[in-house]
Nanobody, 124 residues
């Protein structure tokens, strides 16, 4: 099994920045694709960003492209989400996910392992 733990959430003003981290333990993650999803109250969980096992094939939701950057460090078993230019609509619980495979996936059903989530709140 792979255990995932998110951190870095909190409150931030509009236009601010936060960096989320997802630490993995258990199995090595070098052969796993990883992703970030988020879920706001009353809404379905939505895709945010994904990254391939080697970090060369990132994918972003249109709503965050140009503002968020996904990255990973396999040596430290950590995935990151750098969030810039935050907006109120970015307020959500952010989850990290992982799946065995070389290429990215953008639907939650394709991921086997999930973190517990970390809250990000953006306000004026």
């Amino acid at each position: 099994q792979v255990q995932l733990v998110e951190s870095g959430g909190g409150s931030v003003q509009v236009g601010g920045s936060r960096r989320l981290s997802c630490a993995a333990s258990g199995r090595t993650i070098s052969g796993y694709s990883m992703a970030w999803f988020r879920q706001a109250p009353g809404k379905e969980r939505e895709f945010v960003a994904a990254i391939s096992w080697n970090g060369y094939i990132p994918a972003y939701a249109d709503s965050v492209k140009g503002r968020f950057t996904i990255s990973r460090d396999n040596a430290s078993r950590t995935m990151y989400l750098q969030m810039n230019g935050l907006r109120p609509e970015d307020t959500a619980v952010y989850y990290c996910a992982a799946a065995s495979g070389l290429f990215v996936a953008t639907t939650s059903r394709q991921y086997n392992y999930w973190g517990q989530g970390t809250q990000v709140t953006v306000s004026s």
